[in-house]
């Protein structure tokens, strides 16, 4: 026992002291002065199965009554019977501002994380960093650079989900930004550097939050946010229902499900002429189970579609061109949208499966000086490096370089299938006659003679690239009618149930980023 010194009052705090500390910190700041926001507690109710959240640091700055957990809520809870660490910033307390015990409980929890092996959920809700504690938060060893470093050293190793419920300012944007999916909430969510009171200062632009960094521009012209919603609970339901599609770390495979009959049969969807517009997520619909297709980054690069889904209960990663829109062309930010695609797949254990229906990459001035060439090359390599098992399906055309990005039989995929409707070439029969032949063309006066002979020459390339051929020569694998496509993909599937990861391989290529 320590001895009070005559004259002086014991002023260490008492256990009611400590339960009103504690109370306080549960309460956080006054939510009714953001009327359209969901509570942070109210948001981990739903993340969490009933009863299983284990806080860490609900005491943090208790001596300072007004930063009731110092702003952000961490700990580990379970969804769905499996452990999830979480960082949920209090937007009551100080905007969710991070000050120097803000950044020491997300350390804690992302080593924990990383030491267990934990996937991790990120509640984002903040202000950026508080500057009236800018020396705890900003400079040192356990700063917002650790957060930041230990986020790139789970990337991989565990899935971490992000929901965007308010801004995600300055250097704390990064947050989001190293997570594998982010969902954002419509009117609230926001993700930028600077301000745009900042910018105006900086550069003399003038213009909004929206504008500039709100969820609509992020999931359609910048691509960091993959998802839009119309509210906090929506957005934290899909993070929820995402895990499950996803192992709990890199060393496991996916859970199986209970396999669904797909919505509809694939019957005649995908057209025979080429020209002919599809919604290649009706192809999807027709393979997959019943209702598991969850779409990512569906509001950007719309020309690809890439999602998770179930096939016969099996976790599958569905990439495909999509006819309906530019033709299913591949430009700059569709191919980073798959190459991203691809990765976390391969990071994760998901077999890979390729729609194909594409024309190529886009040519033009404008998509060369974008980098077309540097980012076609970056898919590219991301499938190529891929370890998982991949599979290829050709639904209608699969032409030049867009054929190879798709993952061609030079790639080793496991099968490379084709419908009926398929034709595989360095171009359409129609272009390579008026490349080889353009200046013959233009020497026949006769229009008659003319249209003979472009169809004379265009029927010799179509039965030169024909799917008879392609068989007799290897090039694909198996033929299917369309309603057997699904059954054929599962059967080979099931003959990949021992794939095990190679040893030994490098730790990872050079990205042509």
Same mark, same amino acid.
């Given at each position: 026992?320590?001895?009070?010194?005559?004259?002086?009052?014991?002023?260490?705090?008492?256990?009611?002291?400590?339960?009103?500390?504690?109370?306080?910190?549960?309460?956080?700041?006054?939510?009714?002065?953001?009327?359209?926001?969901?509570?942070?507690?109210?948001?981990?109710?739903?993340?969490?199965?009933?009863?299983?959240?284990?806080?860490?640091?609900?005491?943090?700055?208790?001596?300072?009554?007004?930063?009731?957990?110092?702003?952000?809520?961490?700990?580990?809870?379970?969804?769905?019977?499996?452990?999830?660490?979480?960082?949920?910033?209090?937007?009551?307390?100080?905007?969710?501002?991070?000050?120097?015990?803000?950044?020491?409980?997300?350390?804690?929890?992302?080593?924990?994380?990383?030491?267990?092996?934990?996937?991790?959920?990120?509640?984002?809700?903040?202000?950026?960093?508080?500057?009236?504690?800018?020396?705890?938060?900003?400079?040192?060893?356990?700063?917002?650079?650790?957060?930041?470093?230990?986020?790139?050293?789970?990337?991989?190793?565990?899935?971490?989900?992000?929901?965007?419920?308010?801004?995600?300012?300055?250097?704390?944007?990064?947050?989001?930004?190293?997570?594998?999916?982010?969902?954002?909430?419509?009117?609230?969510?926001?993700?930028?550097?600077?301000?745009?009171?900042?910018?105006?200062?900086?550069?003399?632009?003038?213009?909004?939050?929206?504008?500039?960094?709100?969820?609509?521009?992020?999931?359609?012209?910048?691509?960091?946010?993959?998802?839009?919603?119309?509210?906090?609970?929506?957005?934290?339901?899909?993070?929820?229902?995402?895990?499950?599609?996803?192992?709990?770390?890199?060393?496991?495979?996916?859970?199986?499900?209970?396999?669904?009959?797909?919505?509809?049969?694939?019957?005649?969807?995908?057209?025979?002429?080429?020209?002919?517009?599809?919604?290649?997520?009706?192809?999807?619909?027709?393979?997959?189970?019943?209702?598991?297709?969850?779409?990512?980054?569906?509001?950007?690069?719309?020309?690809?579609?890439?999602?998770?889904?179930?096939?016969?209960?099996?976790?599958?990663?569905?990439?495909?061109?999509?006819?309906?829109?530019?033709?299913g062309a591949i430009f700059v930010d569709s191919a980073d949208k798959a190459a991203r695609f691809i990765s976390l797949c391969d990071a994760f254990?998901?077999?890979?499966?390729?729609?194909?229906?594409?024309?190529?990459?886009?040519?033009?001035?404008?998509?060369?000086?974008?980098?077309?060439?540097?980012?076609? +090359?970056?898919? @590219? /390599? $991301?499938? !190529?490096?891929? #370890?998982?098992?991949?599979?290829? =399906?050709?639904? %209608?055309? &699969?032409?030049?370089?867009?054929?190879?990005?798709m993952c061609a039989p030079g790639f080793e995929p496991r099968a490379t299938i084709a419908l009926p409707t398929a034709t595989i070439g360095p171009?359409?029969?129609?272009?390579?006659?008026?490349?080889?032949? +353009?200046?013959? @063309? /233009? $020497?026949? !006066?006769?229009? #008659?003679?003319?249209?003979?002979? =472009?169809?004379? %020459?265009? &029927?010799?390339?179509?039965?030169?690239?024909?799917?008879?051929?392609?068989?007799?020569?290897?090039?694909?694998?198996?033929?299917?009618?369309?309603?057997?496509?699904?059954?054929?993909?599962?059967?080979?599937?099931?003959?990949?149930?021992?794939?095990?990861?190679?040893?030994?391989?490098?730790?990872?290529?050079?990205?042509?980023?």
């Amino acid at each position: 026992m320590t001895a009070t010194v005559p004259g002086e009052v014991d002023a260490s705090p008492g256990p009611e002291e400590v339960t009103a500390a504690q109370e306080r910190a549960r309460r956080g700041g006054d939510p009714a002065r953001w009327p359209a926001k969901l509570p942070v507690r109210d948001r981990l109710a739903i993340l969490f199965d009933p009863g299983t959240f284990v806080e860490d640091g609900l005491l943090a700055t208790a001596a300072d009554a007004g930063l009731p957990a110092d702003g952000v809520i961490t700990g580990v809870g379970r969804v769905e019977g499996r452990p999830v660490a979480v960082i949920a910033h209090d937007f009551t307390v100080k905007a969710g501002s991070w000050g120097e015990l803000t950044c020491e409980k997300q350390i804690r929890i992302l080593e924990r994380a990383d030491r267990d092996l934990l996937p991790v959920v990120y509640l984002v809700d903040s202000a950026g960093g508080r500057l009236t504690d800018q020396m705890g938060f900003f400079p040192g060893r356990r700063g917002a650079s650790a957060i930041f470093n230990l986020q790139v050293k789970l990337s991989g190793r565990v899935p971490q989900l992000c929901c965007l419920h308010g801004p995600s300012a300055a250097g704390g944007a990064y947050m989001p930004a190293f997570c594998d999916w982010v969902g954002m909430v419509a009117g609230n969510a926001s993700m930028y550097l600077a301000s745009p009171r900042v910018a105006e200062k900086v550069t003399g632009e003038r213009t909004t939050l929206e504008e500039m960094g709100g969820a609509m521009m992020h999931a359609t012209v910048s691509g960091c946010g993959d998802e839009v919603f119309d509210s906090d609970w929506e957005a934290v339901a899909a993070a929820r229902l995402l895990l499950s599609y996803l192992p709990d770390d890199f060393r496991v495979p996916p859970a199986r499900r209970e396999p669904a009959e797909p919505e509809q049969v694939l019957g005649d969807l995908v057209p025979t002429d080429p020209n002919v517009s599809y919604d290649v997520r009706d192809v999807v619909d027709g393979i997959v189970d019943a209702g598991s297709f969850f779409e990512i980054k569906a509001r950007w690069a719309q020309e690809m579609v890439v999602g998770l889904a179930r096939l016969d209960g099996r976790v599958v990663g569905i990439v495909a061109n999509q006819p309906s829109v530019r033709s299913g062309a591949i430009f700059v930010d569709s191919a980073d949208k798959a190459a991203r695609f691809i990765s976390l797949c391969d990071a994760f254990n998901i077999p890979l499966v390729f729609l194909q229906d594409v024309p190529g990459f886009m040519v033009g001035v404008d998509v060369e000086r974008q980098g077309i060439i540097r980012h076609g +090359a970056k898919m @590219i /390599a $991301a499938m !190529a490096s891929a #370890d998982v098992p991949k599979y290829t =399906v050709v639904l %209608r055309k &699969a032409y030049a370089a867009g054929y190879y990005a798709m993952c061609a039989p030079g790639f080793e995929p496991r099968a490379t299938i084709a419908l009926p409707t398929a034709t595989i070439g360095p171009m359409s029969a129609e272009a390579s006659v008026n490349a080889v032949y +353009a200046n013959k @063309i /233009a $020497a026949i !006066a006769d229009e #008659d003679e003319r249209a003979a002979f =472009v169809a004379a %020459r265009t &029927a010799e390339q179509q039965a030169d690239i024909n799917l008879l051929r392609m068989g007799s020569d290897l090039v694909v694998d198996a033929i299917v009618e369309p309603p057997a496509l699904r059954t054929e993909l599962i059967a080979r599937l099931v003959d990949a149930d021992r794939w095990t990861r190679s040893p030994g391989r490098r730790h990872h290529l050079v990205s042509p980023v």
